[in-house]
């Protein structure tokens, strides 16, 4: 059975303008990601994959076409709306991390429940299941610098989860980090996904990270490329 589209994109169009010139990026792109999907956007650099992704992530708008998710027609929304949908809807994770440098552990992975009414007693408990999920329980009161890239990005993981968002972008999470851990966040992302349902849009140039997911798209002078691949079997 197919899960419902949480993400439906009908003639997507997205094009910037350099100098006097516009430059085309995303040309009539049409899909739906589906609820629960791990989905892999690959590509050469200059495909588009990351102004897609930021397009979903409601970081940008496109210059038309629609874009709902979950039934809301992001592309419709104002700017001040469209940040505070983002608030409420999306985890983010970025290549290096993007943690604050002077809060500790702890205090990256509360930050986005401090726009939220919750009491400070169940930010905390919040906190510690997201860092007890991502193993990291016993280095919530470390700096970012005290951390390896690897814990850095499991800290990031843990922010991105703390508001129990809709969707996951991942903008190659990968990408700064070794082999072993790189093999690491991956696993995590994997449980995310299969363990709590999470859906998971990510953009990475690894062939190794993308067989994690379970379908891969490729995008090429910004269409998609031979509709898409399964990446795993059942």
């Given at each position: ?14 094009s ?23 989905l ?6 200059g495909?588009?994959k ?35 949908w ?17 809060l ?23 906190v ?22 690897g ?39 994997e ?14 140039h ?28 059942g």
């Amino acid at each position: 059975m197919t899960s419902a589209a949480i993400v439906e994109i009908r003639h997507l169009f997205k094009s910037y303008r350099r100098g006097g010139q516009i430059v085309p990026v995303l040309h009539d792109l049409s899909f739906d990601i589906a609820q629960g999907e791990f989905l892999a956007l690959m590509g050469p650099s200059g495909s588009g994959k990351s102004t897609l992704l930021n397009l979903i992530a409601g970081i940008d708008k496109p210059d038309s076409g629609e874009l709902r998710i979950d039934g809301e027609d992001v592309s419709r929304l104002s700017e001040s709306e469209l940040a505070d949908w983002r608030a409420a809807n999306i985890g983010f994770i970025f290549q290096f991390y993007n943690l604050m440098p002077v809060l500790t552990a702890f205090e990256n992975v509360e930050l986005p429940l401090l726009l939220t009414g919750l009491s400070r007693r169940a930010r905390r408990e919040r906190v510690q299941l997201a860092l007890e999920l991502v193993s990291l329980v016993d280095r919530m009161a470390h700096y970012p610098s005290e951390l390896s890239g690897g814990q850095q990005q499991r800290v990031a993981i843990a922010r991105a989860i703390i508001t129990d968002p809709l969707l996951i972008v991942a903008d190659e999470p990968t990408g700064d980090l070794d082999r072993v851990s790189a093999a690491e966040i991956l696993g995590l992302l994997e449980r995310l996904n299969r363990e709590l349902g999470k859906t998971i849009v990510m953009v990475t140039h690894d062939q190794r990270a993308s067989m994690r997911a379970n379908v891969i798209k490729h995008l090429d002078k910004g269409e998609l490329v031979n509709g898409e691949t399964s990446a795993k079997a059942g």
